[in-house]
């Protein structure tokens, strides 16, 4: 074992253990600080355990680096066993990735709170696993080019993908928290993280000195980037209104008073003028969620529910913002007023004793056709 592996090795153990370490604390630190806000709901607890498998795939990677350091110092004699060791370590290591990129706000649509996607991309990777035990046990890759490890091709497509997604979604989320240099930081990173396994599936690639320094620049700023990350959540948390303190008042047609006081906002109204489909929408959930119980306190958006598209929702949002005009450190954003309650399922986040109601717009809601549903809504509170 050279000296320049085995610095590597020690440093990529005790950096990646005390990243680890740092996710895991902030995150039962966030946990027991704002446990009333990330399980708001009785009936779908909404525990965020992004940070959780943040911190577990650092641990594998500290794994991942005994492991390593293990084999060279006695030196084992099986190379291909070794070498699944470490394949493996990294499949188990994007499984991680993964699993924390269900909860990032701003990840792609088809992967954020995705239940059926998620499991396809796991049986993906469980496929993965089998193939690289395959590849590696075969005659070809036993005797395999000098230029190339076959059996790490798989879990090089996997980490390309998982890297792909991350980049875009640490990219959204920190530049919607106005923070495009760390954005852009970050997909450079990613791309580093990437060019750094590269070396896994190419035998000459570079040389031992360099790809064990981009190796350990590589893990050492996501780490960083991962920390940025967390603070930014905190923040994300500490500024988000209560559901106790949030009141809404529905005047007239298109009239609505709102007061969040963590937002600034003090009994502000807002008209949503021409605008009558986001006011009917804004209605539809006040309504559900001041008489209903269970599951129809809440609208099913998209998957051929009452909203057609998550984007009304957003329009909503982007309405209040531009009427009242806010501070960008103090702008409204969906989770602000609605939360996700699962299976397409949306519900206001304002508690039914705040949610006022004028009777006569009632019954004028009421006599459209389409919102005669309501009326057994209404009947059985």
């Known amino acids: 074992m050279t000296d320049v592996s085995e610095f590597y090795s020690l440093s990529h153990i005790f950096i990646s253990l005390i990243g680890a370490i740092l996710l ?41 680096g005994c492991w390593s350091f293990a084999g060279h110092y006695f030196s084992i004699k099986d190379y291909s066993i070794y070498l699944i060791g470490n394949h493996l370590l990294s499949i188990v290591n994007n499984m991680f990735l993964l699993l924390a990129l269900f909860y990032f706000y701003y990840a792609p649509h088809f992967i954020y709170n ?6 396809i991309i ?24 000098s230029f190339i490890n076959i059996s790490a091709i798989p879990d090089l497509v996997l980490s390309g993908f998982l890297c792909a997604l991350l980049g875009i979604s640490l990219f959204r989320t920190f530049l919607y928290r106005g923070l495009k240099i760390v954005g852009v ?6 791309l580093l993280v990437f060019t750094s396994q590269l070396s896994e599936v190419f035998v000459n690639y570079g040389s031992d000195f360099s790809n064990n320094l981009i190796k350990i620049i590589a893990k050492t700023s996501l780490i960083s980037i991962f920390l940025v990350l967390a603070t930014t959540w905190v923040i994300r948390l500490a500024n988000m209104p209560k559901p106790n303190e949030m009141k809404i008042s529905f005047m007239d047609w298109s009239l ?76 409204l954003e969906r989770r602000d007023v609605f939360t996700f309650i699962g299976e397409g399922r949306y519900r206001l986040r304002m508690i039914p004793e705040h949610i006022i109601l004028d009777s006569t717009l009632i019954e004028e809601f009421l006599k459209t056709p389409e919102n005669k549903a309501y009326q057994q809504l209404l009947e059985l509170k």
């Open 256 to 331: 609505v008073k709102i007061s969040i006081p963590t937002k600034g906002v003090f009994e502000e109204t807002i008209d949503f003028g021409s605008k009558t489909t986001q006011y009917k929408n804004l209605l539809k959930f006040a309504i559900r969620r001041k008489y209903g119980e269970g599951d129809s306190q809440s609208v099913v958006v998209g998957l051929g529910g009452e909203i057609k598209n998550q984007t009304y929702l957003t329009r909503i949002i982007h309405n209040i913002n531009s009427i009242l005009d806010l501070d960008h450190t103090q702008t």
């Open 122 to 145: 796991l049986i993906i990777i469980v496929i993965t696993a089998i193939m690289t035990l395959l590849l590696s046990y075969t005659s070809i890759d036993k005797n395999r080019s």
């Open 24 to 64: 895991l604390a902030i995150w039962s630190n966030i946990r027991l600080r704002f446990s009333q806000l990330l399980e708001e709901n009785d009936t779908q607890k909404r525990v965020d355990k992004g940070l959780l498998y943040l911190g577990l795939a650092m641990f594998v990677w500290v794994i991942s």
């Open 114 to 119: 995705n239940k059926k996607n998620i499991n």
């Open 185 to 190: 930081i970050a997909i450079l990173v990613i």
